[in-house]
DNA sequence: GTGGTCTAGACCACG
DNA sequence: GTGGTCTAGACCACA
């Protein structure tokens, strides 16, 4: 369901957070599907429920999924949640603008990667 | 000659390793030119000199400068070392336009992020 | 007959609760006139019946409605337990109104809330 | 400096986390003060350190505060966070409203409720 | 069974 | 010293 990488430094509960908002940008999981318990999901994961609690908190502040006590946890239907999604995206990637442009890379060059990225994904869907 | 933007959240010590990456990429150093000593630059950034000290040791570790005792640090001649950090940059910012995509950006909209980007940069340096 | 929102957050059983006491606050309900039956109203609310029994333990030691084994519950006559529920919820929103003006909100703001959340309770109701 | 109720069942970070948007919509704090790290402020509070820590990180990602790495939190100057904390404001009081809707109150009660409030709030500052 | 809060104690990165 | 993340295990409210 997840993959997590435990080595890459990122916080386990923000792969967990990426990893079901990308779910719900993909298509993959609608409003309304109900996600796994944070037990169960802290198993599957050999991870502490405590981490699965508050990635599924900042999920749920984020407007992308809502829980209820005793029933679990679900995707929010809201089309204001799909729109954090696009916020927390971009949010992201002006981040890693930002430092591309702190080593010394230019603007051309990025968009230049960028044209290559899309042209792969496009292409041969690596 | 360094600008640090302390609320931004990236770590001061990779602002500033950044910073002097940058400066030799973009051509406003070249091999052989020294670095400010520790102290000088502590005081000029209003840092701890340990944050100082410990940039220093990691461009080293890079390969971007060297330093000798009772001398300074000087920037490095060895252009692999250039070369090699940009290749990370670009791996680096492949992925997250990669992650981007993903996550349902666009083509047009990364590029117009870019250019906001590239205008703050210009215009405030907080 | 009793209006429940899922997703409010605000547990079922209170819903239901609350739900009952306004009834009878409200004249729909006197003292005598019988309830729902445990499995009836689960079903009707598609609710499990321990949600649903809880709530009605809690409407009788508050005293708004008292039960008889065999036969079912009742209303209350008890108008001292009308009068203790009205207070407390009087309470309840007067500690509401100081916080809200405690953060700097104003007269006028909360006035028009209230217009806001009575337009929308005859509206939908979700 | 802030009170806690231990016993209220209010959660105690939420306690902590509306004591700090008090001080700040009370103008007792303002933009750039820093809060008391998260440490000391479990030892003056009898609380755990990590109940702080998760108050901090509500308050930073409503854009009250915001916390940098071996420096410390401080209050945010960002016009945004006033905003926010004021839609949080009218969140709760909506709730507010709605549950005493729900107990079987009328909307001019609620507002007969309100005038006196603001009443004894300029009378005697209670 | 579910989610939510709290405690206790550890480790890391940063300054 | 600072904040941030994670683990382990407990307790509560709700269904």
Redesign the interface.
């Known amino acids: 369901m997840l993959q997590l990488n435990y080595k890459s430094g990122v916080p386990i509960c923000d792969q967990i957070v990426?990893g079901f908002?990308?779910m719900k940008?993909?298509g993959l999981s609608k409003g309304g599907d109900q996600l796994p318990s944070v037990r169960a999901l802290a198993v599957e994961l050999c991870v502490n429920p405590n981490t699965i609690q508050k990635a599924y908190q900042?999920l749920e502040?984020a407007g992308v999924i809502?829980s209820?006590?005793g029933?679990g946890s679900f995707f929010s239907d809201d089309a204001a949640a799909d729109i954090a999604?696009?916020k927390a995206?971009?949010k992201?990637?002006?981040a890693?603008?930002?430092?591309?442009?702190?080593?010394?890379?230019t603007?051309s060059?990025?968009?230049k990667?960028?044209?290559?990225?899309?042209g792969k994904?496009e292409a041969h869907n690596d």
Chains 1, 2, 3, 4 share one sequence.
């Open positions: 990426n908002i990308r940008a993909l900042m502040s809502y209820v006590k029933k999604v696009i995206a971009k992201d990637f002006r890693a603008v930002q430092s591309a442009l702190e080593l010394g890379m603007e060059e990025l968009k990667i960028i044209a290559e990225v899309c994904e």
